[in-house]
């Protein structure tokens, strides 16, 4: 019994040392790339590159921020992802809902037609895909960059969204149905609400894809106005490229929204992820 508890602590241990192992992996380079922020490029370039600033300096921030035009940037990001968001849990799931409990001989060709497209890169679809929204007039409109980003979301939002749905039993639907209520309300009132574990997952995903998108609303838009935060950050790894501090502060700045959504949503995250991994 003995041997037991003593091998059973050792295991602890041993657990706790590899998870606090990877806890300074991930944290430490975020902390750095915070201090380094604050540091002149003079004095990065001339001191010890883990040392903490000499004099903590504020003034790449200002800098950034103006020379980034993040304001504009932030409003935009913010937008397209809580609208790309937004529709992809909403419509995946919709559209999970009908592959998974509404049959008909075309049910396996259209979802096999949604599936294909998690096998698509964005690579091999940037072409056509800007002489399509070129010759529709959607051209450098948030609407001709939201469209893509829905439907390039929407694949992986179906995929979860009709295997975990297909785990609800059917009899809920049927009694439904029964009592007289419509697809739509069943969806909403019942099969919706069942769906948050995993819908989690996909506006997880959804979120940080659409966040980080830089190649595809770089073809799509021309103009500053509708462009979104990693262009800005883009920015300065150009002219800008060799003064660090403000490229430092760049990157904090867009960094800073998503750290935010992840301390504020952290336990809906970890339950959707462990959920969408089973049910998934």
Request: net charge positive.
């Amino acid at each position: 019994m003995a041997d037991i508890r003593t091998k059973s602590t050792v295991a602890s241990v041993v657990i706790y040392i590899v998870m606090g192992i990877f806890t300074v992996l991930a944290i430490y380079p975020l902390l750095w790339l915070v201090i380094q922020s604050f540091k002149t490029t003079q004095e990065y370039l001339t001191t010890n590159k883990l040392a903490l600033p000499l004099m903590w300096f504020t003034g790449n921030y200002p800098y950034a921020w103006t020379m980034g035009k993040f304001g504009t940037l932030l409003i935009n990001s913010v937008f397209y992802t809580t609208v790309t968001v937004a529709a992809v849990v909403l419509l995946g799931f919709m559209a999970g809902f009908a592959f998974a409990k509404i049959k008909n001989r075309f049910t396996p060709l259209l979802h096999g037609i949604f599936i294909i497209g998690i096998l698509l890169t964005l690579q091999s679809i940037m072409v056509p895909l800007f002489l399509m929204v070129t010759r529709v007039g959607l051209y450098d409109t948030r609407l001709g960059i939201l469209i893509p980003y829905i439907g390039l979301g929407l694949p992986i939002g179906v995929y979860l969204g009709t295997e975990f749905i297909k785990s609800i039993p059917d009899a809920l639907v049927e009694s439904a149905r029964i009592d007289g209520a419509k697809y739509l309300r069943i969806f909403i009132s019942i099969i919706f609400p069942m769906t948050a574990p995993v819908a989690m997952t996909v506006a997880i995903l959804t979120f940080t894809g659409t966040w980080n998108e830089f190649m595809l609303i770089n073809v799509l838009a021309s103009s500053d106005s509708i462009k979104s935060i990693p262009v800005g950050i883009g920015r300065f790894s150009g002219a800008l490229a060799s003064d660090y501090g403000k490229q430092f502060s760049a990157l904090v700045i867009g960094m800073v929204p998503m750290l935010a959504f992840y301390l504020a949503f952290r336990k809906q995250i970890t339950k959707g992820v462990a959920a969408g991994a089973v049910k998934g």
